[in-house]
């Protein structure tokens, strides 16, 4: 063996093998960035931006909403709620509103509440989504305290604050044509749900029933009825599938929120939707805010090809257009400045 020939050091281990796709040797494409094609980008994205900001603040707009408010006419209702837990004892009250015109189309109905924070980790993470999913889930050790159990030990269905505070107002409408009629407004409680809600995250126990799916089980503190009777003769409205129940479930981010209550039955008289003149908000009262300085409002909305009246997104759009064509502009003033020097 020849004294003066060297030996090839290893490779370490860790060393990716020497081929193009390892060493990223591959064929690519590389832009050249050159100043016309960057400028025509920021104007380009600019002004898409622009254009669907615009598009969605139009569409916004073009959203008919009317708020009712009712927590100071049924304030009588809340202390009596607040202070009795006698559910026997109904409360109801009215509140009569006029809409200028008429809303065409699909009309949605929502409550909305106001200083009531769902936001809390305590309160968010206080459910079972395996009871929830119908199966037999040992609540105790779950997130649910101290709507648990019962002190007899009955377990509660469902359990956990989010449940125990479901918004229980009952709301209807009716329209009063001329001052001798009165049209109570057709209401849908079904349908108004996500499909992966519906069908994927809750579901009921499996029983011959629904009263003996939920035997040996009571109802959260603040309910009125049991879970099995949420929509009496209605199995695909009822239990946990509840529409309402769902809706609920789906916390809030923020203190003053709206959720889905009724969409308008589009038939006889509110085939086109509902028609401008005299309606009275009637609610069987059953969830006091004064507690919290709250506030309660029904809300009736059209919407539009971008959903409901949402002016954020195409503020955001705008803004972020108007930010962009602007530092377009910049650049370019930039680059034909250095180019007259360069010249």
């Not at 949605?108 to 106001?114: D, K, T, V």
């Not at 401008?276 to 309660?296: D, E, I, M, Q, W």
Request: net charge positive; aromatic share 12%.
């Amino acid at each position: 063996m020849n004294k003066n020939s060297t030996i090839a050091p290893e490779r370490p281990s860790r060393c990716p093998d020497n081929t193009a796709f390892k060493q990223q040797k591959l064929p690519a494409w590389k832009p050249q960035l050159t100043p016309l094609p960057v400028l025509f980008s920021f104007f380009a994205i600019g002004l898409f931006c622009l254009a669907v900001g615009i598009a969605l603040t139009l569409a916004s707009t073009s959203v008919r909403e009317t708020e009712i408010s009712y927590s100071e006419v049924c304030s009588h209702c809340s202390e009596l709620r607040q202070n009795s837990s006698n559910w026997e004892k109904e409360c109801h009250c009215v509140t009569n509103f006029t809409l200028q015109n008429s809303m065409q189309g699909d009309v949605f109905m929502y409550y909305g509440l106001y200083n009531f924070y769902q936001n809390h980790r305590r309160y968010v993470h206080s459910r079972s989504d395996a009871q929830l999913l119908g199966q037999d889930a040992n609540i105790e050790n779950s997130n649910c305290a101290p709507f648990t159990t019962y002190k007899n030990g009955t377990p509660m269905a469902p359990c956990g604050a989010v449940a125990n505070s479901m918004f229980n107002d009952t709301l209807y409408l009716t329209y009063y044509p001329n001052s001798t009629m009165a049209i109570q407004v057709p209401l849908l409680k079904q349908g108004n749900t996500w499909w992966t809600d519906k069908n994927v995250k809750f579901r009921n126990p499996t029983s011959q029933n629904l009263s003996s799916a939920f035997a040996g089980t009571a109802r959260p503190p603040y309910w009125q009825k049991p879970v099995y009777l949420l929509d009496e003769g209605n199995e695909e409205n009822n239990g946990y599938i509840n529409d309402d129940f769902i809706i609920w479930m789906r916390v809030a981010a923020f203190p003053e929120f709206k959720n889905l209550y009724r969409r308008i039955s589009r038939t006889k008289e509110f085939a086109d939707g509902l028609p401008a003149g005299l309606y009275g908000l009637h609610v069987s009262y059953n969830f006091p805010v004064s507690k919290f300085k709250g506030r309660k409002q029904m809300i009736l909305s059209t919407v539009a090809w971008s959903g409901g009246r949402n002016l954020f997104l195409g503020i955001a759009y705008i803004v972020s257009g108007a930010v962009i064509f602007l530092a377009g502009c910049v650049i370019t003033a930039v680059h034909l400045n250095v180019k007259k020097k360069k010249s």
